[in-house]
């Protein structure tokens, strides 16, 4: 049908027919005008939002995560999966370089061997001790020198044995050394844990081996200095004393951890050799022994001296003369509970109770009454104890 319309039709009637009405031509000219105006706004809003982006310069978030060695965009998602491994690797670069920042800062504030040296020699007395621990140094010091040069080592225990009665600088010589190992380099740390038998023995089977392991490890790179050790292995031969597992346990780690552990046990001089015989174990591993002597009486009168003066105290000529004859009466008349310098720090502390009294008495008092110790002040504390 519409084939037989054409076709009747010329050519400018279909022409004619094919032109829009005038309605139809209104219509497109009010389209063109919407086009024209949808237009104006875009160009408008892009303005505005280049001139916010000149005026605001807060960061922006960004679309896409950006990788460390990408600079092309990477969806957020895909990041995830892709960057996991890069994100773990940093994370532990990181916690190495920490690590790093801390032992550096630690190294920083640890002395040198000199000063410790100088520490050492500045100990009242000792004189045997200073001279076997310089020894030591020296053999420790060669003996790296060897494996420099690639030459053998016999086999070397550095585990040790102080005896002595209390008071004689045991533990004061044991945390200098402990800093002079890891000042020659044989420790990693450096730091002294000390326990006696309460820290590495518990109450109930099986727990004492997990006491004194973590009392191990908290030692380790350092020196563990258990005082009284003979109380781990009772005379009596008590099979069922705990005090054995935490021997049999200490000898294990000592072993495990010889490149980077010291154990030193303290204590009276025989009770000390029965312990050591009381196990093969503990013979084989120490064999250095150092015995701390009694201070004599003019040693505890330099040791109390030396307290008064750090801690800014003058003593009258009368209580100089007092403190001499107070430590002379002291070591002869000695027994095996002697306290050595326990006693003179206890006696020094009673004579700062005996002066802080006096003065609190005064209704008026100067810098020469609170730094003043007078022979009235020691011989009350001498009465104390």
């Known amino acids: 049908m519409i084939r037989n319309n054409i076709g009747e039709k010329s050519k400018e009637d279909l022409l004619r027919d094919m032109r829009p009405a005038g309605t139809y ?11 024209g105006t949808i237009k104006q706004a875009e160009n408008a809003a892009k303005e505005l939002l280049d001139e916010t982006a000149k005026t605001d310069d807060s960061p922006r978030k960004p679309r896409f995560k950006q990788t460390q060695t990408d600079d092309s965009p990477v969806p957020a998602a895909q990041n995830d999966t892709l960057g996991g491994q890069s994100s ?13 920042a801390d032992s550096e800062e630690l190294t920083e504030d640890k002395p040198s061997l000199d000063e410790l040296l100088k520490t050492l020699d500045n100990l009242v007395g000792l004189e045997k001790i200073k001279q076997s621990v310089k020894s030591l140094i020296n053999y420790v010091n060669v003996r790296k020198l060897r494996e420099e040069n690639k030459l053998p080592n016999p086999p ?19 945390r200098i050394l402990s800093e002079l190992y890891c000042a020659i380099g044989v420790l990693s740390k450096g730091q002294l ?13 099986g727990q004492t081996a997990i006491k004194t392991s973590e009392v191990v490890e908290s ?37 495990d951890n010889r490149n980077d552990l010291i154990v030193i046990v303290a204590g009276y001089s025989e009770p000390m050799d029965r312990f050591i015989s009381s196990n093969p174990g503990l013979e084989s591993r120490f ?27 003058l003593l009258t000529d009368d209580a100089k003369d007092f403190a001499r004859e107070h430590f002379r009466r002291l070591y002869d008349n000695r027994d095996e509970n002697f306290g ?43 009465k104390v104890g």
């Open 88 to 100: 773990k690797e940093d994370s532990i670069k990181q916690a190495d370089n920490q690590a790093k």
């Open 156 to 174: 070397l225990s550095l585990h040790m044995v102080f005896t002595g009665n209390p008071g004689t600088g045991k533990t004061t010589v044991a």
């Open 193 to 205: 844990v000390e326990v006696d038998r309460s820290g590495l023995v518990a109450g109930f089977v």
């Open 219 to 255: 030692a380790l790179g350092g020196i563990l200095f258990i005082d009284e050790a003979y109380a781990l292995a009772p005379e009596m031969g008590n099979s069922s004393d705990f005090g054995r597992e935490a021997i049999e346990t200490l000898l294990k780690l000592m072993e």
């Open 25 to 35: 031509l209104d219509s497109l000219a009010g389209f063109s005008d919407l086009l």
């Open 287 to 313: 064999n250095k022994y150092f015995e701390f002597e009694d201070y004599d009486s003019s040693q505890l009168n330099e040791i109390f001296t030396l307290m008064c003066s750090q801690s800014e105290y």
């Open 340 to 382: 050595n310098a326990r006693h003179v720090r206890n006696f020094f502390e009673h004579i700062v109770s005996e002066q802080s009294d006096r003065i609190s008495l005064m209704s008026n008092h100067t810098i020469n009454d609170l730094t003043m110790v007078t022979s009235e002040d020691l011989e009350n504390a001498a």
